[in-house]
């Protein structure tokens, strides 16, 4: 499978890809996700916002930040312009500050994701068994409880249903106290979508989604990375 996303990275001499572009990726993968407009000035910014329609998101994007939220690079729930004009200037400035030394290709502005069920879903390539591919609870619970669920690529339904069976707090997903039951097919067929472009992508190394926001009607990943292998 060809790409130009991939292509246009491999010329950079880049082996992380962008959120941009990884959810690009992706979603030609099939993969729900926020999307976003890459935009690199404060009118620009504006002009992007008004077009996703409020609240929107907005986030750095630069090839050395792998952590957006820890340098101040993400600003959620922006709920007009002049909030949009500010978070685009605010950003720029956090990250600045946080590392002066950091490219900066401008900021994406996506749509604001409705709260749902966090859940996060990966792959990491391992050199002798192939894809293995990764799911659990998303959050500050998934490094509490290390409660994730992995199977080899190519997954069957049947694998994907039981990845996601298998975690221990499954309730959480299936209606606990009164919460609606998320959409677990919508969540295994995005694990089966990313397996499969895992598997016709040998170069890409290690993709995370986190998080996935999950619904009790379909799921969409709000942050996406993609990592090619150094080859
Ligand atoms: P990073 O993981 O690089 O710090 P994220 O893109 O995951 O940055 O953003 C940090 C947090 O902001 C997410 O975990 C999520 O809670 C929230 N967030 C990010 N993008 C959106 C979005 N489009 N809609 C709703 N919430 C979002
Ligand atoms: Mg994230």
């Known amino acids: 499978m060809t790409s130009a ?18 959810k690009q990726l992706l979603e030609q993968a099939g993969i729900p996700t926020t999307g976003g407009t890459l935009v690199r000035s404060e009118d620009e910014a504006a002009a992007a916002a008004d077009a996703v329609g409020y609240p929107v998101v907005l986030k750095i994007v630069s090839p050395d930040v792998v952590h957006k ?69 998303g959050g500050v619970l998934v490094e509490l409880l290390e409660d994730v669920a992995f199977r080899l690529a190519p997954l069957t339904r049947r694998d994907a249903d039981q990845m996601i069976r298998e975690i221990k707090c499954l309730p959480v997903l299936t209606g606990f106290r009164g919460s609606p039951p998320a959409d677990l097919e919508a969540l295994r067929g995005m694990l089966l979508a990313l397996s499969a472009f895992a598997d016709g992508n040998p170069d890409v190394e290690q993709i995370d989604l986190n998080p996935v926001f999950a619904y009790p009607n379909g799921a969409v990943a709000v942050d996406a990375r993609v990592v090619l292998s150094p080859g």
């Open 5 to 22: 996303i991939i292509e246009r990275a491999r010329g950079e001499q880049r082996t992380l890809l962008t959120e941009p572009e990884s």
């Open 69 to 137: 939220s820890d340098v101040g690079g993400v600003v959620v729930g922006i709920p007009d312009v002049a909030g949009a004009r500010a978070a685009f200037r605010s950003i720029n400035d956090a990250v600045r500050a946080a590392m002066p030394s950091a490219r900066m290709d401008g900021v994406t502005v996506q749509r604001q994701a409705q709260p749902g069920v966090e859940v996060i879903m990966g792959m990491n390539r391992d050199p002798q068994f192939g894809p293995l591919l990764m799911f659990g609870l």
